[in-house]
């Protein structure tokens, strides 16, 4: 099994900017996946940035260009970087990891695929 910590979350103002991080127990999968679900009160689980073990990344549409994802292997880490939050990215962000990741981003990452999770950390902007 894969424990998964999640950290970084907070409260900021319209603009802000917050870096969550995830860090994992050691693994030996390979090929792997991680990245970052979010969800909002009476909302799915939706899908907002992940990355690979070569490294590749996926985003969704409402944060490409503001959310930046990486990893430091050395560290059993990944992180979000989180820059222009506004209102709509208020929501419980988890920390996923897929252990039988298929190589590729063909389809956009869905909450089944992934077998380990974080608790979730708390993330609010206020307008």
């Known amino acids: 099994a894969v424990q998964l910590v999640e950290s970084g979350g907070g409260s900021v103002q319209s603009g802000g900017s917050l870096r969550l991080s995830c860090v994992t127990s050691?693994?030996?999968?390979?090929?792997?996946?991680m990245g970052w679900f979010r969800q909002a009160p009476g909302e799915e689980r939706e899908g907002v940035a992940f990355?690979?073990?070569?490294?590749?990344?996926w985003y969704a549409a409402s944060v490409k260009g503001r959310f930046t994802i990486s990893q430091d292997h050395a560290k059993n880490t990944v992180y979000l970087q989180m820059n222009s939050l506004k209102p709509e990215d208020t929501a419980m962000y988890y920390c996923?990891?897929?252990?039988?990741?298929?190589?590729?981003?063909?389809?956009?990452?869905?909450?089944?695929?992934?077998?380990?999770w974080g608790q979730g950390t708390q993330v609010t902007v206020s307008s």
């Open positions: 996923a990891f897929d252990s039988e990741y298929g190589g590729n981003w063909w389809t956009p990452p869905r909450p089944l695929e992934f077998d380990y």
């Open positions: 050691p693994h030996k999968y390979n090929p792997y996946a």
């Open positions: 990355i690979d073990y070569h490294y590749s990344t």
